[in-house]
């Protein structure tokens, strides 16, 4: 059974442009979540996506914001991108009986 | 919300125990994980314990939970070197959401 995935793996971005990142859950689950892993600040929860609909988020601007498709993947998009929004990109999933959480591998975004 | 801590750092010789330490805040916490990132790599679930059990196993590995004092521990048997890595403590950010809460990780480094 194929796991998390996200693409891309790695994404350049220079400061005021926009990053569009995805992630495709586990086959079966509903629920995708975002996390921003950035250097010396540990993994911070960014936003929830469950059949489609936003139902939790984090302490991020709305410059940060998402949606999930119909087949419940996902897309972050990250506009006017400043120089701290570098980090790892996590994506997980959960569903079926089990609200236990899958990662994928991440995006590193760096933003020059 | 849920507040968690660990301390960041743990050298052990290979053959070893480690014992990795986590406490949280919130008592209603249902479950509670342990999730290992090796460098480079996304999260990797190692495994979760059930708020209403004080201990799991799962070969090598060892759950502790003491729900008095808030208290989660994770123990290694037989530490090799290919389990350095960070290892994360987390727990339900709120209760009734799935959204998880990250210590800031222990960096396990195993010495021959």
């Known amino acids: 059974e194929a796991g998390v995935t996200q693409s891309p793996t790695h994404l350049i971005k220079t400061r005021g442009q926009q990053a569009t990142l995805r992630c495709s859950p586990i086959s079966g689950h509903t629920s995708v979540y975002w996390y921003q892993q950035a250097l010396g600040l540990g993994l911070q929860f960014l936003l929830w996506y469950d059949e489609g609909e936003e139902r939790n988020r984090g302490n991020f601007p709305p410059r940060f914001s998402g949606r999930q498709f119909p087949n419940y993947s996902s897309e972050l998009n990250v506009n006017a991108l400043e120089l701290e929004d570098s980090a790892l990109y996590l994506c997980a999933s959960s569903g079926g009986n089990t609200e236990t959480q899958y990662f994928g591998p991440g995006t590193r975004l760096l933003v020059l | 919300g849920e507040d968690v801590e660990q301390s960041l750092f743990l050298s052990v010789r290979e053959g070893d125990s480690s014992v990795i330490n986590c406490t949280y805040t919130d008592s209603s916490s249902t479950y509670l994980y342990w999730y290992k990132q090796e460098p480079g790599a996304g999260l990797q679930l190692l495994t979760y314990?059930?708020?209403?059990?004080d201990m799991k196993q799962d070969q090598r590995l060892t759950v502790l939970l003491n729900k008095k004092d808030k208290h989660l521990s994770l123990r290694i048997a037989d530490t090799q070197t290919g389990d350095s890595a960070i290892y994360f403590c987390?727990?339900?950010?709120?209760?009734?959401?799935?959204?998880?809460?990250f210590g800031k990780g222990t960096m396990l480094l195993v010495s021959p």
């Open positions: 314990i059930f708020s209403n059990m």
């Open positions: 987390a727990a339900p950010r709120d209760s009734g959401y799935s959204t998880l809460t």
